[in-house]
Each structure stands twice: as structure tokens, then as C-alpha cells.
């Protein structure tokens, strides 16, 4: 079994920064990329960040120059630093891993954090 943990979330005012942490822990011999998705109520969940194991980064345009995601191979886990946040980050955020064990390949999910940012 594998899991993925964050932490991180809460409440900020627009402006302000939160940083959300991910870290995967189990029967893991490798993570391949990294990612961190968010959702609001109904809506499809949408891509933030992502980030391969060799550090090539990805971002949504709507959070470029102001999200950055990084990750720690040593630890399994992954980051992103928010920055300049806007109301409309208000969302649910699910890390993502694509995990590779002994038998197997996994596709994983966190069980989301939620970050609300205030106008």
C-alpha cells in the first residue's frame, strides 16, 4: 500500500502565501511525477503543478510566476509554495504521485487540503 499525506491548508487573506507539504509513504521503489491538482465543489478537478523526477516543472497559467512546486526525492515529498494568493485559489487541493512498487505501478491520491483564501 501506498499513501500520500498533506498538510498545509488553511485559511489566508488574498495576498498572503501558504505552503502545502505531500509526502508519500509505503511499499514505494520509485515515484515517477509529482503533482498537485485542486477542486471547487462540482467543478472537474484541474491541474496546478506538476513535477517530473527529474525536477521539470509544469504549471496552469492561472498560477504561473506565482505557485512553485518542488520536490524531495530523499523524503518522497512534494511542495508547493503559494504565493500572491488570489479568492479565486479558494479550493480543495489533492497531491498526486505516480508511484512505482515492486509488483506494480499506481496511480495515487492524497485526500485533499483545503485552502480558502479571503477577499
Known amino acids: 500500500q501506498v499513501q500520500l499525506v498533506e498538510s498545509g491548508g488553511g485559511l489566508v487573506q488574498a495576498g498572503g502565501s501558504l505552503r502545502l507539504s505531500c509526502a508519500a509513504s509505503?511499499?514505494?521503489?520509485?515515484?515517477?511525477?509529482m503533482g498537485w491538482y485542486r477542486q471547487v465543489r462540482v467543478k472537474a478537478r484541474e491541474l496546478v503543478a506538476t513535477?517530473?523526477?527529474?525536477?521539470?516543472?509544469n504549471y496552469a497559467d492561472s498560477v504561473k510566476g506565482r505557485f512553485t512546486i518542488s520536490r524531495d526525492n530523499a523524503k518522497n515529498t512534494v511542495y508547493l509554495q503559494m504565493n500572491s494568493l488570489k479568492p479565486e485559489d479558494t479550493a480543495v487541493y489533492y497531491c498526486?504521485?505516480?508511484?512505482?512498487?515492486?509488483?506494480?505501478?499506481?496511480?495515487?491520491w492524497g485526500q485533499g487540503t483545503l485552502v480558502t483564501v479571503s477577499s
Open positions: 509505503g511499499s514505494i521503489f520509485s515515484i515517477n511525477a
Open positions: 513535477i517530473t523526477s527529474g525536477g521539470s516543472t
Open positions: 498526486n504521485a505516480g508511484v512505482r512498487t515492486l509488483t506494480k505501478y499506481l496511480e495515487v
